[in-house]
T-cell receptor
Framework: DTGVSQDPRHKITKRGQNVTFRCDPISEHNRLYWYRQTLGQGPEFLTY????????KSRLLSDRFSAERPKGSFSTLEIQRTEQGDSAMYLCASSLGGTSVDEQYFGPGTRLTVT | AQKVTQAQTEISVVEKEDVTLDCVYETRDTTYYLFWYKQPPSGELVFLIR??????QNEISGRYSWNFQKSTSSFNFTITASQVVDSAVYFC????????????FGQGTRLTINP
């Protein structure tokens, strides 16, 4: 399977704990995105990487959130001191990053439940 | 700011009926891209189509067709002879042509095809 993969698929945590999610993009894709989707809503942009550089962050990404993409390959999204409002599906997507706007391919997501 | 509106929250039709999903967008950019994604019950977003703002030709792919009208800022999606497997949530999305090229999604339309 050469699609975007995410791990874990589900995470249940207690409020106040830290969690980390991993995304492995399609291997030749330069661009990597994180989105958050809550029930009944469309995905909302969180952050974007071009290779290893984090070039844009949404205002949704509070100080408790941090993302990395070391060496321009996989990416991690960490949430510190989780709150119940963080419960959502976290989606990772990647795209080729050519001269035009390429379609983004999405992973299966990590569903986070904060109790 | 960019915005996508999908006014139809839910649509339910009987198999073999034709159904049109509406999408209206707002942007100040002269160059932009429009997308449709399908999110089946399994949860993974599946890319359907990409269209740039300079290409107003309608497109047909099997039972799927898309009508892009710049004059009304609409990018509607029609499924002809619907099938039960078409049941899913469908999202329309808008992307800037430069920078992060992040997707701005509508709220989605839940389509149910009844046998």
């Amino acid at each position: 399977d050469t699609g975007v993969s995410q791990d874990p698929r589900h995470k249940i945590t207690k409020r106040g704990q830290n969690v980390t999610f991993r995304c492995d993009p399609i291997s030749e894709h330069n661009r990597l995105y994180w989105y958050r989707q809550t029930l009944g809503q469309g995905p909302e942009f969180l952050t974007y990487f071009q290779n290893e550089a984090q070039l844009e962050k949404s205002r949704l990404l509070s100080d408790r959130f941090s993302a990395e993409r070391p060496k321009g390959s996989f990416s991690t999204l960490e949430i510190q001191r989780t709150e119940q409002g963080d419960s959502a599906m976290y989606l990772c997507a990647s795209s080729l990053g050519g001269t035009s706007v390429d379609e983004q391919y999405f992973g299966p997501g990590t569903r986070l439940t904060v109790t | 700011a960019q915005k996508v509106t999908q006014a139809q929250t839910e649509i339910s039709v009987v198999e073999k009926e034709d159904v049109t999903l509406d999408c209206v967008y707002e942007t100040r950019d002269t160059t932009y891209y429009l997308f449709w994604y399908k999110q089946p019950p399994s949860g993974e977003l599946v890319f359907l189509i990409r269209r740039n703002s300079f290409d107003e030709q309608n497109e047909i792919s099997g039972r799927y067709s898309w009508n892009f009208q710049k004059s009304t800022s609409s990018f509607n999606f029609t499924i002809t002879a619907s099938q039960v497997v078409d049941s899913a949530v469908y999202f329309c999305a808008l992307s800037e042509a430069q920078g992060a090229q992040k997707l701005v999604f509508g709220q989605g339309t839940r389509l149910t095809i009844n046998p």
